[in-house]
């Protein structure tokens, strides 16, 4: 009985093992993934169709291209509070750009995309130059940006008419699948080639493992850690695109508290707080894990402050698991 | 001329000087041993050489190149190795990814995709340089974290004997380790030596150095206070000298 007890225990670790290595994903958040989307089948009929899992992801979107960025800020052992901010005030920008200024509509594509680099290059300039705490510096954006965003919005109300073409990255449906998750999908397997299989992707791991190593080893960490910050405002900017196209304007008080919600999802899905460890697939499942939640307990009926505790006690239970391993590994 | 060449290296933390115009010379296939009470700036002195400290003032010549203004990593492709007191290991990093931190090697996957880390590749050198240190670790796809003191010393010293270097510096190497590893350490030292390549050792445990080195250097509150012949000297002189008694 012991021995059988053991070699299963074994097999589960082997697994593990086989799901970390080759698809840098955390077994156990895909479990809880899959007895979620069990669990809401049996519990309500509407869960398991096309169009309903189409919604989940829809919902998803946003949040799962900004943490994306949070994913790879935390491997390297940063933070990134200004994310969701940046989301607001770059979407302002690439409406600004093509509803006042009346540029042509891929204007919009890129000053979103400009603005929100632009927001993270500053981060990731302050982090490195001046040694301030991540916390602080992206704390401070947080506001900067934000108010750079209601400054830059006429009265500090939205800046509606957009062009169809960027509207459809929003609400266009090519072969049935919405715009965003489309988007979703080629920035996470971007980014997942990056972080799991490139060069800067180990050195991010390794700097937020231990950042004297990776020096002692000549890597350039203020350099990586300024890429780091860019490519957290560049997704950011792109959330913004997104969400600016979603719902047809450039709102500046769109993303509030969203940093909070990529941190979540990022952890959830098997990301260390505490560096050296994170997974862009990894991430994706945490998104969905919140996503089949929400929606799940939405077709039940739940009231949503019950979703806010769901959510809230996933988290906490996430961390813990992952505080189990980590201890033993940054032990001795 | 010789493989590295100190000259007149000066370091300040703030107010604190920690060295104060070191001179030092080291030739290849020698074992120099760097001795010195706590706080006398042997550490300081390496970082200078390894690039992870920039010098106030002097220079560095390592293979008749000067060197003062490259940074750690390109020190490191010159073949300047250290391995560190603490090891300087990514403990959550498997071994492959350890021993080749910095310096991967890369593929492109089906010939047109962006370069890739070549898993495979680092795994089967990581795992030949491990069997060549003579070494037992149970899997080389474990963070190195899992591993006892001298297996994870066994890493940091196949990291800096990976890629071919010609000056290996060792911190305090045997401080943390079992007497069998330590017999192990200094058995790699001669080999080291014998195969050409230069080694500086930093140790408290004189009967190491006085075991294993050509000649030993004694460093004083930031000043050299002495260079000598092993065969030459006892062990009661060179504490002298590191107390300041001579």
Redesign the interface.
Known sequence: MTSHAASIAERWRTLQFHFDTRLHLRLESLIVLFILVIAMSVLSPYFLSVSNILNILLATSTIGILAIGATLILSSNGLDLSVGSVLGFSGVAGAYLVAIVELPWPFAIFGALAAGAFAGSINGFLITRTRIPAFIVTLGMLGIARGFGLILAPNGGAIYGLPPEIVFLGQGRPLGIPAPVIILALAAVCAHYLLAYSRFGRHTLAMGDSEAAARATGINVERQRWILYTLSGLTAGLAGLVFMARVNAGDPTAGLNYELTAITAAIIGGTSLFGGKGSILGTMVGALIMGVLQNGLNLLAVPSFWQQVAIGMVLILAVYIDQLQTSKEKKA | MSLLVVKGVTKRFGAVQVLNGVDLTVESGTVTGLVGDNGAGKSTLMKTI?G?YAVDEGRVIFADRDVIGQ???????LGIE?I?Q?L??????DVA??IF????P?RRPFGFF????DTAKMDIEAQKMIDRLGARIPSI?R?V?????GQ?QTVAIA?ALTFNPKLVIMDEPTAALAVREVESVLKLIRQLKAEGIAVILISHRLNDVMEVTDRIVVLRQGRIEADLVTRKTQMKEVVEYIVGAH
């Open positions: 390894t992870l940074g750690p990593g390109a020190r490191r492709s250290m560190y603490d300087a290991l990514a403990k959550q990093q990814a350890n931190l910095g310096r991967e890369l962006p370069p890739i880390v796809n963070p974290g899992l591993f006892s003191g994870q990291r």
